[in-house]
């Protein structure tokens, strides 16, 4: 076996004849002499003239490349009895689902709370909040199976190598049913359409192999005896015991804040960003990142990523999504809320990202743990209310925006719900839009063309991240008051994005086994 470096122009990676013969050439074989070949790594350079860097495996014929790493994959998880020590998981989204595979590995028993809906009944809540713009509080972008994960855009870039394997992480999504493709790119996307069939393939290996799932299970409370978690009391009265308590409930669940901050656990505020989403024609990210539409015919809808200081804030695009859609990710009745999601093959005409203005404790005032969010309620109550006391979105075109007037008519957008006109300029806070308006004029510089007619603001992307920590020990990951607790995930302030989630989740567990008296 040999493996190979090339770069590839657009058209011959994607026509096989081409590509073939361009590997041969690149293997000094004869074409006829090349055998089995196997593409392991892609990235698509587009500085210049769009370019494949890729890396194959290849043999001659009548040789065998060795299996890739998904075979056998599945084999990892062990059945778990009843004897077993038992993890309450709470919250089913990467984090959560993570830790509770990883629980199978470790012959845990993973019991998961989640409040929210399964995947298939979830769906149609989905839909009904777009359609009738009322928000079921227990099941919504947000809630539900495979949490804010689900009807996501699926991309699973993380910055976070150095906190675990995340080729680990893309592999169990392949074994679950994702596109080996995921594997080979640097930035893997896998489309909302594919993600529920997913989680939901994720939940039979959990249910398989002895674990529990109770849906429309809220954690109202826990069970601490002398300093420990003991186990989870759910808002229906029961009471969940566990050896173990994993608290994965996403940055959303604001009453798991509040009940933290009644009982006087322990929490932090937590820097995070706030701004609005911008959506362009795709067609026109396509002809800035191209360098022309010549090449786009070959190529993949463009993504872009930008960051600036601008104002004294950091600003950057969060969450871009090529041929994407806007959605409603509200979690109550009273918020709005937008974020962004792609199908798999990301065929909508427009492209979207979140542009987020940092914020931390000095931009607001305050010292106490819950002032940034806070402050997060209130732009959400505030957007809501400029849309007309329901989630349409206040939006205003750029270059209005940049004027400092309202829109007099917007152009069609991709939003789920309606859009209302605007003046966002005076919707958002002054520094968020000071600091953005300075960031667009230096992102156009950017990428010519940014700043357009036909450019749209929506509000309000308030979501990026959780403005809440829950502190944890850094060698246990305990807790410090409550030993047997684990915060996790992106809703703890310890992962931001699904991959980093899922690998919250699964350090979380080994930290669980390393503690354990006796090892199962
Ligand atoms: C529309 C959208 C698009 C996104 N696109 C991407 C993307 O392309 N790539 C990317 O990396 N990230 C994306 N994200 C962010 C990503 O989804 C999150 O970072 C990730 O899901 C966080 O994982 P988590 O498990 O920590 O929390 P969550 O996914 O938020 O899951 C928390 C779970 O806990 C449950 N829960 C909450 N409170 C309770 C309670 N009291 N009791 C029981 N259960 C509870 C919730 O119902 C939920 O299922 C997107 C998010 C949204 C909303």
């Known amino acids: 076996m040999k493996q190979l470096q090339i770069d590839l122009t657009p058209e011959e990676y994607h026509e096989a004849g081409l590509r073939r013969r361009a590997v041969a050439r690149a293997a000094g074989m004869a074409e006829g002499d090349l055998g089995e070949v196997r593409e392991v790594r892609r990235t698509l350079d587009c500085r210049r003239k769009p370019l494949y860097h890729t890396t194959f495996e290849l043999c001659a014929v009548g040789e065998q490349l060795p299996p890739d790493e998904v075979q056998g994959w599945m ?181 798991i804040y509040t009940l933290f901050a009644r009982q006087g656990w322990l929490l932090e505020a937590k820097p995070f960003a706030v701004g609005v989403r911008v959506e362009h024609p795709q067609l026109l990210i396509n002809e800035i990142q191209y360098h022309g539409s010549g090449y786009s015919k070959h190529l993949p809808p463009a993504a872009y990523s930008l960051t600036t200081q601008a104002a004294g804030h950091g600003v950057f695009s969060f969450c871009m999504c090529p041929g994407g859609v806007i959605v409603p990710a509200a979690t109550a009745d009273g918020q709005q809320v937008v974020n962004g999601m792609s199908n798999s093959h990301r065929n909508s005409p427009f492209a979207n990202s979140g542009i987020a203005v940092t914020v931390g404790l000095d931009d607001v005032g305050g010292d106490d743990p819950l002032a940034l969010l806070r402050f997060q309620q209130q732009i959400e109550a505030d957007a809501f209310a400029a849309g007309g006391n329901t989630i349409n979105a206040p939006t205003q075109r750029l270059v209005d925006f940049l004027r400092g007037r309202q829109s007099s008519r917007l152009r069609k957008s991709s939003y789920l719900g309606d859009t209302v006109a605007a003046p966002l300029h005076e919707l958002l806070p002054p520094f968020v839009a000071t600091s953005m308006a300075e960031a667009f004029r230096h992102f156009d510089r950017k990428m010519r063309g940014f700043i357009t007619d036909e450019a749209l603001l929506l509000a309000v992307e308030s979501r990026t991240s959780s403005p809440v920590r829950i502190p944890r020990d850094r060698d246990t990951l305990q807790h410090p008051q409550l030993a047997s607790l684990y915060p996790c995930g992106e809703g703890a302030g310890y992962a931001g994005g699904i991959v980093s989630s899922a690998l919250d989740g699964i350090r979380c567990v080994d930290a669980i086994f390393s503690c354990l008296p006796q090892r199962p």
């Open 75 to 255: 084999d990892r998880y062990r059945h778990v009895g009843a004897e077993a020590p038992r993890v309450a998981i709470v919250g089913a989204g990467p984090a959560g689902l993570f830790a509770a595979l990883r629980c199978l590995e470790l012959s845990l028993r993973p019991l998961v709370l989640e409040r929210g809906k399964p995947v298939e009944e979830r769906r149609r809540d989905v839909a009904t909040l777009a359609r009738e713009k009322r928000v079921d509080p227990e099941s919504n972008w947000c809630f539900g199976e495979g949490g804010a994960g689900t009807y996501s855009d699926g991309k699973l870039y993380t910055r976070s190598t150095k906190r675990g394997d995340v080729g680990a992480v893309l592999r169990t999504f392949v074994a679950h049913g994702a596109d080996p493709a995921i594997t080979l790119d640097a930035h893997a996307h896998i489309g909302t359409d594919r993600l529920s069939g997913i989680v939901a393939q994720m939940r039979h290996t959990v249910l398989e192999h002895g674990g529990e799932y109770h849906f429309g299970t809220r954690m109202a409370g826990l069970k601490v005896a002398d300093g420990r978690v003991r186990g989870v009391l759910t808002a229906d009265g029961a009471v969940v015991d566990a050896d173990a308590v994993v608290l994965a409930t996403g940055h959303s669940a604001r009453d």
